[in-house]
């Protein structure tokens, strides 16, 4: 809070406080007061009004100067009513009760947001189960029958079933996941193995190379993070895929490559970002922007850091990238 601030807003006061002051002024003189009890009088009268507007002043700039503060530091600025402290004079009172209950206001909306939200995850969770069974069924039937072009296109609707559920829970997934040492061979190879059909239909060769390598990581959201890679590779027409890593003293970084049509240069900066389908998904109707965006979502949920890099009509290759800190033990 400036000084020239508080007194451009206090200028009409100080203009009536002139003007009262000239016609008590007037009046002393019209009841024949000497020159010299005027002064005193209006020096009195001057030295009190400047007193009372310096406390006022002062008192109100410790609030307004800590409220701003506090904004300025916070990066969350709905958190500014916990850190202000009720104030001594009335103006700030009100500011401060004004505060409080929209704070608490927003509290009950966010409470009541975050029961909603989580009675429709747990409406989702309950759906994708349901219906896994029977997609389950006629992928059953459909293999039995030996008719492999319709348990290809079930395959396709349990692997958006899949998404679905991921994107559901990545909201909160710190309360679905266990961080544990995981070999990057093993998860791997269980998903090469349950995409082996289409692999083979594609014939795409597959390539690894120092996947020995163990991170720490939740399994099951690092086999769902390369289905969604293999995936893609599957889907934007490569027919080679090479997997390796990268074990350094502070990290280890897996590169997922491949030879497909790869990502214009244009496009490669928003790859990431939700719905996002850019040039390839004008040429591939089956893009939808949510594979990369939960890829991307789940790593930072992990704290796994993930980049890309492409070249259009030669190879696209998306590194995740696992830390190590002095606790990192096997």
Not at 38 to 46: A, G, N, P, R, Y
Not at 155 to 160: A, R, S, V
Not at 175 to 196: C, H, M, P, Q, W
Request: net charge negative; with cysteine; hydrophobic share 40%.
């Amino acid at each position: 809070m400036k000084l020239s601030g508080f007194i451009k807003d206090r200028m009409p006061a100080y203009l009536i406080f002139a003007g009262t002051l000239l016609i008590m002024i007037v009046f002393l003189f019209a009841f024949h007061i000497s020159l010299e009890a005027v002064i005193i009088i209006s020096v009195i009268f001057l030295l009190g009004g400047a007193s009372a507007e310096a406390w006022e002043f002062f008192r109100k700039k410790s609030f307004y100067d800590k409220l701003t503060s506090d904004l300025e530091q916070l990066d969350k600025k709905y958190l500014l009513a916990e850190m202000t402290e009720s104030p001594e004079f009335l103006e700030g009172r009100i500011i401060y009760d004004a505060l409080q209950e929209s704070d608490k206001s927003m509290c009950e909306n966010i409470a009541e947001y975050r029961r909603d939200s989580a009675d429709f995850r747990e409406y989702i969770e309950l759906w994708v189960h349901e219906i896994k069974l029977p997609v389950a069924g006629l992928q059953l039937m459909c293999h039995n029958d030996g008719n492999s072009k319709y348990n290809e296109q079930l395959k396709h609707i349990d692997e958006y079933i899949e998404n679905v559920l991921y994107y559901a829970r990545s909201g909160n997934a710190e309360k679905d996941y266990v961080i544990k040492a995981v070999s990057l061979k093993r998860v791997f190879g269980e998903t090469a193995v349950r995409n082996r059909e289409e692999l083979q239909e594609r014939n795409i060769e597959i390539h690894t190379e120092n996947l020995d390598a163990e991170v720490m990581t939740d399994s099951k959201w690092l086999s769902f993070i390369m289905g969604q890679l293999m995936g893609n590779s599957m889907k934007y027409d490569a027919d080679s895929i090479k997997v390796y890593a990268e074990d350094m003293p502070d990290k280890t970084v897996l590169h997922f490559r491949d030879n497909g049509i790869g990502i214009s240069e244009n496009d490669l900066p928003y790859i990431f970002e939700k719905s996002f389908t850019g040039e390839n998904g004008r040429t591939h109707k089956k893009s939808t922007g949510m594979g990369l965006y939960i890829v991307k979502k789940l790593c930072g949920k992990l704290g796994h850091g993930v980049s890309a890099d492409s070249v259009q009509g030669e190879f696209t290759e998306i590194s995740i990238t696992f830390g190590k800190n002095e606790l990192y033990k096997f």
